[in-house]
């Protein structure tokens, strides 16, 4: 690192850590969600599916076996000072006590580890205190060797090093309390190493010149041999090999967790995720870690184990911070951490965009590993994995679902596909989806009532979403407080409105399968549900249901509660050139349920012509004597649609607009920031009722229109 950046390597230290902070405090958010053997590979399996998850895996496993090679090499660079033995001899040996130790149980050296680390935080502080009688400000001229790139390239090198301040999550199901537990060793740890690093090499380019040290293997023994004599450097070299001795334990206790944790998935053999009776630990996993380490020792040179483990870590960090993003934007019901990082999602943006700048600065090895990676696990995916397992990630859920318009009745979630089958009624006009989380479940059910007409019967369905890897015969007869609470109040309004109500709480791994099936087996005209919108720690506005939300073969009513409990008057936004007859007969049965009175309002520019005016009061004057309850009209004009709409609903209890939308082309804007029914929807002061026509996959069917 000084052979590329000089006396800045201290600097080097410090850019790599502000990188580091934003997926340290990343990963202790999903670390409190997720405690569970495996880490970061499960965030990346549970998020983007088994193939991800695989690749992911198999580069985490690496990176930290890459790491544990490295203190190795480091170790008999330090013995080297204390014995004459070869340095790869040496490594091998202490590799084996460290695998034997790592079978044997992590408890049986969890207090020699903390030894170790306070006799090396001790002895690199007092080495540093003597550093600065002879500190030099002459060394440390020039600051920048290599300018700005040379920096940037020491700082993406010396990655490796923050490796491990987040590495307690890959064995957090081992971690008692570890909402409390993990966040504060995550933090306390990057705050400790970085101040640790900067320090030391500062002292370090301050004492001795940047081109005796781009040379010297053993740095630290250096120092303390010019500081406070050979004593004082005999024992900094004994403290250094013990230091990385724990390191090299550390690296391998984690990475041996991955093999462990995707044999559970199976995407590895099973027999790698089996625990010795004996011992209660994985020792397959442990023992072919080891081996790996092994390899890499005696065929990769240090800085080319230093690049690799680098990119692999950078590129990991920044994935973790757009784990984080993904799993809160698209608000999945399983994912409550018990901890939540601030400054969301501006940290995040910033660790993604901090890591790309670095990793471009290793280009070639970044690619070249990455590719090996993807490739040998696409191989073992394709090869053994893909047979094995059908889970498809939260992203592989929440986007797009043709597979269910294209279905073959084929299902992974049988028990409660069965469910759907028997205990749910034969025919349900109105099917009431509910997510959790509902405002108002009572409002919802009474829309449905409304809408089932004469035969007041409704279908509400409660849904609670669990981890693909969740066994649902754990959820069989499942139902908390808020479900019972439910259940109750249910049971109550149907007594009061003399209407038929069934409830049926589903626990699945796919709600989208289970909405998409119920609305065929139901054979339902409509789905009753509560807007998403935007909630606390989000940033983009939130279909529940996503790309099926659009695909559904029956029309869709999506509720916004603002709190309004008595419904008076109705406001109904149309367009002045067509008639919507489902929006009209929608806005009816509410006015009709709700003894409300309804007017209709159009929008036009305000510089639209006398012509277009005199158009527009006569389609709307159409509209009133088409429809079958008393109403009114109103035009308005403006410059901005959206604001000109939002400052008329003060005025009204309700507001009730279509929210269809079949285009050829979808905009990414609209998709996660919003259309404009839903920007109306989320500054309207009233309740808003968005009103969604089915969309058919039958061509002869009136309702079909191509994407």
């Given at each position: ?50 193939l ?79 550093g ?19 920096l ?15 590495k ?5 199901e ?5 909402e ?104 397959y ?31 990991i ?103 759907v ?54 959820f ?7 479900i ?37 087996r ?133 507001l ?20 404009v ?31």
């Open positions: 690192a000084i052979s590329l950046t000089g006396p800045s390597l201290w600097l080097s230290y410090l850019i790599a850590a502000i990188c580091v902070f934003p997926a340290a405090l990343s990963k202790a958010e999903l670390a409190t969600a997720m405690p569970t053997s495996g880490g970061t590979y499960v965030y990346i399996e549970r998020t983007f599916g088994p991800i998850g695989m690749i992911g895996g198999l580069g985490l496993w690496l990176a930290l076996l890459l790491k544990s090679a490295f203190a190795l090499i480091g170790i008999g660079a330090y013995l080297a000072v204390l014995t004459a033995w070869p340095l790869k001899v040496i490594a091998m040996v202490i590799l084996a006590a460290i695998v034997s130790l790592n079978i044997a149980g992590i408890g049986k050296v969890g207090g020699a580890v903390v030894v170790i680390v306070a006799m090396s935080l001790f002895g690199l502080s007092a080495v540093g205190i003597l600065f009688r002879e500190f030099s400000f002459a060394e440390m001229t020039p600051l920048f060797s290599d300018g700005l790139h040379g940037l390239a020491a700082s993406g090198l010396v990655f490796v090093s923050y490796a491990g301040v987040t307690v999550a890959a064995v957090a081992e971690v008692k309390k570890p409390r537990n993990l966040p504060r060793g995550i933090i306390i740890s990057l705050i400790v190493v970085t101040l640790v690093y900067c320090f030391m090499s500062f002292i370090l380019v301050g004492n001795i010149s940047s081109q005796e040290l781009s040379n010297d293997i053993k740095p630290i023994y250096t120092l303390a041999l010019k500081v406070g004599g050979s004593n004082i450097a005999y024992f900094v070299a004994i403290i250094a090999v013990l230091t990385m001795a724990a390191m090299a334990n550390s690296g391998l206790l984690a990475a041996s967790r991955f093999p462990f944790a995707m044999s559970r998935d199976s995407l590895f053999p099973s027999f790698v995720g089996i625990i010795n009776h004996r011992f209660k630990t994985p020792v996993s442990i023992a072919i870690s080891g081996c790996v380490v092994a390899g890499i020792v005696y065929f990769v040179q240090a800085e080319g184990i230093a690049k690799f483990a680098s990119a692999f870590i950078l590129l960090y920044m994935i973790e911070n757009i784990i984080l993003i993904i799993l809160r934007e698209t608000r999945v019901q399983w994912y409550q951490p018990r901890f939540k990082t601030p400054f969301y999602p501006f940290l995040q943006i910033f660790g993604i965009v901090s890591g790309a700048v670095l990793l471009s600065g290793m280009a070639t090895v970044f690619v070249g590993s990455i590719t090996i990676v993807t490739v040998v696990g696409t191989i073992i995916y394709l090869t053994y994995a893909r047979s094995r397992t059908s889970r498809r990630g939260v992203v592989g859920i929440r986007m797009n679902r043709s597979d269910l318009i294209k279905t073959d009745g084929t299902d992974d979630d049988a028990a409660i596909m069965n469910t089958h028997s205990a749910l009624p034969k025919d349900a006009k109105v099917f009431v989806a509910l997510f959790g989380g509902e405002r108002s479940p009572e409002v919802l059910i009474e829309m449905g009532l409304a809408l089932s007409g004469e035969d007041k019967f409704v279908e509400v369905v409660h849904l609670t979403e669990v981890p693909e890897q969740t066994d649902l015969r754990n069989y007869g499942y139902e908390n407080a808020s019972r609470s439910l259940r109750r109040r249910l049971w109550a309004m149907q007594q009061e409105k003399s209407a038929s109500i069934h409830f049926d709480p589903l626990v699945a791994h796919d709600i989208y399968k289970i909405v998409h099936e119920i609305s065929n139901l054979d339902s005209q409509w789905l009753v549900k509560e807007w998403g919108g935007r909630t606390t720690g989000a940033f983009t506005l939130h279909k529940q249901m996503g790309w099926l939300e659009d695909h559904l073969n029956c029309n869709i009513i999506t509720f916004r509660d603002a709190g309004v409990r008595y419904i008076r008057k109705i406001l109904v936004l149309v367009n002045v050139d067509s008639i919507d007859d489902l929006l009209l007969d929608t806005a009816g049965h509410f006015a009709d349920i709700f003894g409300a009175r309804l007017t209709f309002m159009a929008y036009l520019n305000r510089n639209a012509s006398e012509v277009e005016k005199e158009s527009a009061k006569s389609h709307m004057l159409a509209l009133t004597k088409i429809c079958k309850i008393p109403s009114t009209y109103k035009i308005i004009t403006g410059t901005d649609y959206i604001k000109s709409i939002i400052q008329e609903t003060d005025e009204y209890d309700l009730i607009m279509n929210a269809s939308k079949f285009k050829k082309r979808r905009s990414i804007q609209r998709h996660y920031f919003g259309s029914q839903d920007k109306i929807t989320s500054g309207a002061a009233c309740s808003v009722v968005k009103v969604r026509e089915a969309k058919t996959t039958d061509p002869k069917s009136p309702n079909f229109k191509e994407d």
